[in-house]
């Protein structure tokens, strides 16, 4: 809170005591009297006023401040951390901090959700959303770590089809569900333009504009009319099996932008060397111009 708020509080509790030693020099007792009561009261009211505020300052969470120990796991388990400069992993932790403050894990089966598994969904958050100045990941409140795969219905099953889900309204419209085997399979394998944690984030950056419809949240109209036009020419060539892209990625234009930019953040070399067009909308897209990848 601003200190000047104190300052009328200040002046009149300045002012009345003050005039105590003036009234009672002219033999005003009672006034002097009624003069002392009212001190008492403001001081009294601009405490409970300064309470108040304090308390409404307070932040609601402050940021999970990630240890030696946990930035060592990074640069083990995270190849997109350990490839940033030095300034740009002291963000990438910070970013991680913050998610964590923001966002509830839950590993489904485990009192609460392990240390690894919460530097994996903050790590799939921050790299999908890495360049931007926006990060509210889709006002998402809660990610649901499941121990297997699972079904469309959401139920747990080994050999299930789904590995990873976000929602778009209903009762799960603030809620992710994620397969921990697969999201570390994710990290594994830096190859295979695969990931599924970077996946999921990246349909919750294209539903920041409030429609998970493969157009990304800030694009301009002019740009937008490039990128559609880019994707629907790149989703031609993956239907007709002559792409480098997942399959996957000609299924909608949701999972277009989804597919595209897991490959850009985990393969961007491979990508700017087989799609440059796509590559170059994507670089200019997250400012990523400065970064080594
Ligand atoms: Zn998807």
């Known amino acids: ?44 009211v601009a405490l409970w006023v300064w309470r108040i505020n304090t308390r409404k300052t307070s932040p609601r969470n402050s940021k999970v401040q990630l240890t030696t120990n946990d930035k060592h796991w990074l640069t083990q388990h995270i190849p997109f951390y350990k490839r940033l400069k030095k300034n740009d992993q002291t963000i990438f932790t910070d970013r991680v901090g913050i998610f964590l403050a923001d966002v509830r894990i839950t590993e489904v089966g485990k009192e609460q959700a392990d240390k690894e598994t919460q530097l994996y969904v903050a790590s799939s958050a921050v790299i999908a959303f890495w360049g931007l100045p ?3 990941y889709g006002n998402l409140r809660e990610v649901l770590v499941y121990p297997t795969n699972f079904n469309k219905d959401n139920s747990l099953n080994k050999f299930g089809v789904v590995n990873g889900k976000v929602h778009h309204g209903g009762l799960m419209n603030n809620t992710m569900i ?3 085997p697969a999201l570390i399979k994710g990290f594994q394998i830096d190859n295979d333009k695969k990931n599924v944690g970077i996946h999921e984030f990246s349909h919750l950056l294209d539903k920041s504009d409030g429609s998970i419809d493969g157009i990304p949240v800030y694009l301009g109209e002019e740009d937008k009319k490039i990128w559609v036009k880019l994707m629907k020419e790149a989703m031609e060539k993956i239907n007709a099996d002559d792409s480098t892209i997942p399959s996957y990625g ?24 087989k799609h440059k067009p796509l590559f170059d909308f994507l670089e200019r897209y997250f400012n990523q111009k400065n970064i080594e990848l």
Do not use: Q, R
């Open 134 to 136: 926006y990060y509210n």
């Open 250 to 273: 000609g299924t909608s234009e949701a999972e277009f932008f989804a597919v595209l930019t897991t490959y850009y953040k985990e393969c961007p070399h491979l990508l700017k060397v």
């Open 178 to 180: 994620l397969s921990l």
């Open 1 to 44: 809170m601003k200190n000047k708020m104190f300052l009328p509080w200040i002046l009149l509790f300045l002012v009345l005591l003050g005039s105590i030693p003036l009234i009672l020099y002219y033999k005003g007792f009672t006034s002097a009297k009624i003069i002392g009561i009212l001190v008492v009261i403001s001081t009294s």
